[in-house]
């Protein structure tokens, strides 16, 4: 690639990621806390790139214009984290502890820009502040992922995943990816790789404006407006008649030892949406969909392991929903406190 089409094809994507960030900050048709932290997210993104861009391209750059290009780097883990954190949490207002990371980081910027400028102290930011900055950048990575777990095993056992769920997993991917660029750029593992960092992002940036524009519309990237039951909360006397029809069927039916067992499949059988269940689920028995369902077949394996029946501890496991010996003895240690064998034979001494 030569060297005019290499700029040419860094900056446009340095422009779109500002012209995206100015998107999420104004022009998303809802306002959530999500999208503004993915405007921030994509300017100070814009702007590490930007830096990247002009010094590769000119090594007489001022130093100040490199010290403002590696100090955003401050809030692109931060800004990361927060939004999957956002996302996952269904957290709609800014949290006062984010708040304050967000005014430290810019205090730091400011205190070791002033005291420590790039200019007058280039060896002390290649030798110590660059590589901090980045293993800050990498922490909120991890944590990013970490957040992420649940959804990367609903992928790994076959389940569907919305489309907000797939957004995020691109954006964490995505930053990762900026992340080891240009981190293999600083160990100088490859020569000439400080530019991959800035041709990475272009073809993200390009990407996500190709599914903006694929898919005609933004709203249901965002968990807030996937799931707007949120903000429609359902009074105490139908939230109690869902939990009586709930718990019927539960009991009746034994819904729970269908091992493949799905939330629309239990909001379908008491004739409600999944929003609504999974609304009923969090908001007045305090428990997500799996836990309350894994109870039920805890509480019918000790009903099982008490009796003389002729069921190894596996079959038992089986027979009230769990696919895996391993997925019903973690849970029911997880929720009992003990392991199916220890408590049959507490239950049942003389066997």
């Not at 997993?169 to 240009?182: F, Q, R, S």
């Not at 305090?286 to 019918?300: A, G, H, P």
Request: aromatic share 16%; proline share 3%; charged share 15%.
């Amino acid at each position: 690639m030569s060297s005019k089409a290499l700029f040419f094809f860094s900056c446009l994507g340095v422009f779109n990621g500002l012209i995206l960030s100015i998107y999420f900050f104004f022009f998303t048709s809802k306002k959530h806390l999500s999208s503004y932290l993915l405007g921030f997210l994509l300017l100070a993104l814009s702007i590490r790139i930007g830096k990247s861009v002009a010094y590769f391209f000119n090594y007489q750059l001022l130093k100040t214009y490199l010290q403002i290009g590696l100090t955003a780097c401050f809030f692109i883990g931060p800004c990361l984290y927060f939004y999957v954190r956002a996302e996952t949490r269904q957290i709609r207002k800014l949290p006062k502890p984010w708040l304050w990371q967000f005014i430290l980081w810019a205090f730091v910027i400011l205190l070791v820009g002033i005291i420590y400028p790039y200019e007058r102290f280039p060896s002390l930011w290649r030798k110590y502040i660059i590589p901090l900055i980045y293993l800050q950048w990498g922490v909120y990575v991890a944590l990013s992922v970490l957040l992420l777990i649940p959804t990367l095993k609903k992928i790994a056992s076959g389940e569907a995943v919305k489309p907000f769920e797939r957004w995020i997993l691109a954006i964490c991917g995505a930053v990762t990816i900026l992340l080891v660029c240009y981190v293999w750029a600083i160990l100088n593992i490859t020569k000439g790789s400080y530019i991959n960092g800035a041709l990475w992002f272009s073809l993200i940036i390009y990407s996500v404006v190709f599914v903006l524009l694929y898919r005609k519309k933004a709203n249901d990237l965002f968990s807030s407006s996937a799931q707007r039951y949120v903000d429609k909360k359902l009074g105490q006397a139908e939230a109690e008649l869902i939990i009586g029809r709930l718990k019927k069927s539960m009991a009746e039916k034994e819904l729970f030892k269908n091992p493949n067992l799905k939330v629309n499949d239990l909001a379908r059988e008491i004739n409600i949406s999944d929003h609504q269940l999974s609304q009923v689920l969090n908001d007045n028995i305090q428990k997500n969909f799996t836990l309350f369902v894994n109870e039920y077949r805890i509480n019918e394996a000790c009903h099982m392991l008490s009796q003389r029946i002729n069921l190894t501890i596996e079959a038992v496991g089986q027979e009230v929903g769990f696919n895996s010996k391993s997925t019903f003895f973690a849970t029911f240690k997880k929720i009992k406190g003990t392991t199916p064998s220890a408590y049959q034979q507490s239950v049942t001494p003389d066997l």
